[in-house]
């Protein structure tokens, strides 16, 4: 099965993302995500994706110098923990893998609404820099079905 991600930032009527999300919550899930995005990314041509996972949130950068992965570089991390959306997963309280996606995409819309209404102070410097004005820029979606997935993975 290809590679599709949980969540698409993307302005409507366009086929281009501004962001994509992969959200993995179970550590074996983990060993090819950032390769798998890099490679997305790339083939999307889509600028900036994070990598969600229970220990940490990964931002990506395409610096577009390149058509290979060595283009796409992480910019910078921050703990999960750090996130009081998603506390409970870094704690390991909460283990389902559709509510963690769920989790992080209100995250992410919490994070624009903030934006909007003037209340981004306080946002780690990495977000802010790389993950706000991709969030400005389209809609905040799932990447696909979240119940098929969580059956398949």
Same mark, same amino acid.
């Given at each position: ?5 949980? #969540?698409?930032?993307? +302005?409507?009527?366009?086929? =281009?993302?501004?962001? @994509?999300? %992969? &959200? ?34 990964? #931002?990506?950068?395409? +610096?577009?110098?390149?058509? =290979?992965?060595?283009? @796409?570089? %992480? &910019? ?35 994070l624009r609404n903030r ?39």
């Amino acid at each position: 099965m290809s590679f599709q991600p949980d #969540i698409v930032v993307a +302005s409507p009527g366009q086929s =281009s993302a501004h962001l @994509v999300v %992969e &959200v993995r919550l179970r550590a074996e899930d983990n060993r090819n995500a950032s390769a798998a995005l890099k490679h997305y990314m790339l083939r999307m041509r889509s600028p900036t994706g994070i990598l969600v996972t229970r220990d940490r949130v990964s #931002i990506f950068r395409d +610096s577009f110098q390149s058509d =290979s992965e060595q283009s @796409v570089q %992480e &910019v910078g991390a921050i703990p999960t923990s750090r996130i009081p959306e998603l506390q409970s997963f870094a704690m390991g309280l909460s283990t389902d893998p559709v509510a963690f996606e769920d989790a992080v995409q209100s995250w992410l819309v919490q994070l624009r609404n903030r934006m909007v209404h003037g209340f981004a102070t306080g946002v780690d410097p990495i977000l802010g820099e790389h993950v706000m004005p991709a969030l400005a820029m389209g809609e905040i979606r799932a990447g696909g079905p979240r119940s098929v997935r969580s059956a398949a993975g």
